[in-house]
């Protein structure tokens, strides 16, 4: 299970989440949260974890991303800065481009 951008999550949701992970303790599930570093998760959990840190991309970097993602590096300036300005270097914002 994937649970994107908890960064913007609302107490009911983060209410929801905090049950279902209490529920999980005896359960074998890959659970994935993604989340920006101002983010605190506000339970405890005796889940079995690991925390991936994902640095930002550099601009030439997420680039060439975008260019892999659209199969052509032939971008308008225009279309190279907003794409830059919009996703500041998150991996998972140009992913859904």
């Given at each position: ?12 949701s983060e209410e929801v989440l905090k049950y279902l992970l209490e529920s999980l303790t005896d359960k074998a599930i890959l659970l ?66």
């Open positions: 299970m994937a649970i994107e951008d908890l960064h913007w999550i609302d107490k009911s994935i949260l993604t989340y920006r570093p101002k983010f605190i998760a506000t339970w405890e959990t005796k889940l079995l974890h690991t925390q991936v840190t994902l640095n930002r991309l550099s601009n030439r970097e997420s680039l060439i991303m975008v260019a892999h993602l659209f199969g052509t590096e032939d971008f308008n300036p225009d279309l190279e800065n907003l794409i830059l300005e919009k996703a500041e270097g998150f991996h998972f914002l140009l992913k859904n481009l």
